[in-house]
């Protein structure tokens, strides 16, 4: 059983930051891509960050939050951040961690609960 957790989340105003992370444990392998979503009401959940080890670490952004925002991991954690900055009103919305693991040729995804960011303008 693996469990995912996000932390962080919460109001803030136009232009301020935040930081999510998210956690694993239980029966998790070795991670090697981390990402966060994002849902909002009556959308599909979208890709915001990832960051992908069998890619030399490469971080890749969606275009709405390249320069604002940074993907980062602590291997020795098995943790996940995303450091948002200069947030607007449109970043509102329920972020999601998901992580990709695997075991010889078994790979295996997760998903956390989500947390929920509002920024108020």
């Known amino acids: 059983q693996v469990r995912v957790v996000e932390s962080g989340g919460g109001l803030v105003q136009s232009g301020g930051s935040m930081r999510l992370s998210c956690a694993a444990s239980?029966?998790?392998?070795?991670?090697?891509?981390m990402a966060w979503y994002r849902q909002t009401p009556g959308t599909q959940r979208e890709l915001v960050a990832a960051?992908?080890?069998?890619?030399?670490?490469?971080?890749q952004y969606d275009g709405s939050v390249r320069g604002r925002f940074i993907i980062s991991r602590d291997n020795t954690k098995g943790t996940v951040y995303l450091q948002m900055n200069n947030l607007k009103p449109e970043d509102t919305a329920v972020y999601y961690c998901?992580?990709?693991?695997?075991?010889?040729?078994?790979?295996?995804?997760?998903w956390g609960q989500g947390t929920q960011v509002t920024v108020s303008s």
């Open positions: 960051i992908d080890r069998d890619r030399g670490g490469l971080a």
């Open positions: 998901y992580l990709r693991d695997r075991l010889g040729d078994s790979e295996y995804t997760h």
């Open positions: 239980g029966s998790i392998f070795t991670v090697y891509y």
